[in-house]
């Protein structure tokens, strides 16, 4: 049983995390660059036999995604299920979490991932139905965040908001008719955000279940930003009041 991950700074991140993971690794013949080098060195001083393959093998091995190059074989990484959430919930003082519901581009997976590890968040929250796959693709966006932050899929996400709720977490959701805004909302310290999916935003049942609805100020001519994009700026807001 193996996956792929690809991309300098997603191998670079499994190296530092976890080498023992690591199965093959394949460069790109005559590839010379300063970035690939230093890396080769270091998975060659971890005892990882590094190949050399040929571009049209590594690209079908990254499915059209942007390899840098280098393609690993690795062992699966830890399968965080629905039933490491309570643990998780009591092992934490103050949870931050971020809920993403419907998010199905792998692309804005992995950049939300990017986004949460660097804010500090103890896990993110998927449905198993309409939601991105944690694929290779989803790992090269999100830059080693992947091998951080636990992804925990649910199978009733309504179910697991109140789930939530029971810990004293508050749930926070985003949407374009909320009656104030992020900027004017008091959050608190243990914090669930809840981010809905591309152009749809969230399903009504989620919304249903939030404690509080804010908004992004918008003052040009679009009308809504990239999830990835509006989860950074919601979790950094965050971030700056749990600091304050």
Same mark, same amino acid.
């Given at each position: $049983? @193996?996956?792929?991950?690809?991309?300098?700074?997603?191998?670079?991140?499994?190296?530092?995390?976890?080498?023992?993971?690591?199965?093959?690794?394949?460069?790109? %013949?005559?590839?010379?660059?300063?970035?690939?080098?230093?890396?080769?060195? #270091?998975?060659?001083?971890?005892?990882? &036999?590094?190949?050399?393959?040929?571009?049209?093998?590594?690209?079908?091995?990254?499915?059209?995604?942007?390899?840098?190059?280098? =393609?690993?074989? =690795?062992?699966?990484? *830890?399968?965080?299920?629905?039933?490491?959430?309570?643990?998780?919930?009591?092992?934490?003082?103050?949870?931050?979490?971020?809920?993403?519901?419907?998010?199905?581009?792998?692309?804005?997976?992995?950049? /939300?991932?990017? @986004?949460?590890?660097?804010?500090?968040?103890?896990?993110?929250?998927?449905? %198993?139905?309409?939601?991105?796959?944690?694929?290779? !693709? &989803? %790992? *090269?966006? #999100? /830059?080693?965040? &992947?091998?951080?932050?636990?992804?925990?899929?649910? !199978?009733?996400?309504?179910?697991?908001?109140?789930?939530?709720?029971?810990?004293?977490?508050?749930?926070?959701?985003? #949407?374009?008719?909320?009656?104030? !805004?992020?900027?004017?909302? %008091?959050?608190?310290?243990?914090?669930?955000?809840?981010?809905?999916?591309?152009?749809?935003? $969230?399903?009504?049942?989620?919304?249903?279940? /939030?404690?509080?609805?804010?908004?992004?100020?918008?003052?040009? @001519?679009? @009308?809504?930003?990239?999830?990835?994009?509006?989860?950074?700026? /919601?979790?950094?807001?965050?971030?700056?009041?749990?600091?304050?």
């Amino acid at each position: $049983m @193996s996956e792929i991950i690809f991309g300098i700074h997603a191998v670079q991140a499994l190296l530092e995390r976890d080498p023992q993971r690591f199965q093959e690794v394949f460069i790109l %013949k005559g590839r010379d660059d300063r970035r690939l080098q230093p890396l080769i060195a #270091a998975l060659e001083a971890q005892g990882i &036999a590094v190949q050399v393959a040929n571009r049209q093998w590594l690209d079908s091995q990254a499915e059209g995604g942007v390899h840098q190059g280098i =393609v690993a074989r =690795v062992k699966p990484g *830890k399968n965080y299920q629905e039933g490491d959430l309570p643990d998780l919930l009591e092992s934490i003082e103050n949870p931050f979490l971020l809920i993403l519901d419907g998010v199905t581009d792998p692309h804005n997976l992995g950049a /939300c991932l990017r @986004s949460a590890d660097a804010a500090g968040v103890h896990a993110v929250i998927v449905p %198993k139905d309409r939601s991105a796959q944690l694929n290779a !693709t &989803a %790992k *090269k966006v #999100a /830059c080693g965040a &992947a091998e951080n932050v636990p992804l925990i899929r649910v !199978t009733n996400l309504a179910r697991t908001m109140r789930l939530l709720q029971e810990y004293q977490v508050w749930i926070v959701g985003t #949407a374009g008719e909320a009656d104030h !805004t992020l900027y004017q909302s %008091k959050l608190p310290a243990s914090l669930a955000l809840v981010m809905g999916a591309e152009g749809e935003g $969230m399903r009504r049942l989620t919304r249903e279940h /939030c404690d509080e609805l804010i908004s992004i100020p918008m003052a040009g @001519s679009v @009308s809504s930003l990239n999830v990835s994009v509006a989860t950074g700026i /919601c979790l950094f807001e965050a971030v700056r009041q749990r600091q304050a």
